[in-house]
């Protein structure tokens, strides 16, 4: 089998509060979201509706969110897992700096930036249902 990519799959609480965390904080959009009647697809969210799925995107990346429920229905070999990781989903680009000082000014649990020995600057954050993103950049010389 070729692999073409690697698009997570986010358990998560709640749809809507997922979805204004990653388009408020970290600039993502929303591609499309499934209502909990799962009779269609939207483009956005209506605001008398509930919803147990979600893809957002944001420049090469994509990240899917999948209500707790419907994702252990899905996914069946997930049993019921806790919502949150014990992994970090680790993300490479451009205009770290401004992308840190914008993040550092709200209420998001975010580390301090470093540069590491390996010559990357990067730092960590938490979001609304506990998963840990990071975010880095080739350090410059």
């Given at each position: 089998m ?6 997570p799959?986010?358990?998560?609480a709640?749809i ?6 990653y ?10 979201a499934?209502p909990v009647?799962?009779?269609g697809?939207?483009q ?18 994509e990240?899917?969110?999948q209500?707790?429920?419907?994702f ?13 990781a ?24 975010i580390s ?12 960590y ?5 506990g998963?840990?993103?990071?975010f ?6």
């Amino acid at each position: 089998m070729k692999l073409n990519k690697l698009t997570p799959n986010f358990a998560v609480a709640d749809i809507r509060q997922t979805v204004q965390f990653y388009r408020e904080n970290l600039g993502f959009e929303l591609v499309m979201a499934v209502p909990v009647t799962q009779d269609g697809v939207e483009q956005q969210l209506a605001d008398d509706k509930e919803y147990v799925y979600a893809m957002m995107k944001k420049d090469g990346v994509e990240l899917m969110f999948q209500r707790s429920d419907s994702f252990c229905e899905d996914i069946t070999l997930a049993g019921a897992p806790p919502v949150g990781a014990s992994v970090s989903f680790y993300m490479e680009g451009k205009g770290i700096d401004a992308f840190y000082a914008e993040l550092k000014s709200r209420n998001i649990r975010i580390s301090e930036m470093k540069v590491t020995w390996y010559g990357i600057k990067e730092f960590y954050l938490k979001d609304n249902n506990g998963y840990i993103l990071g975010f880095a950049e080739e350090a410059e010389n």
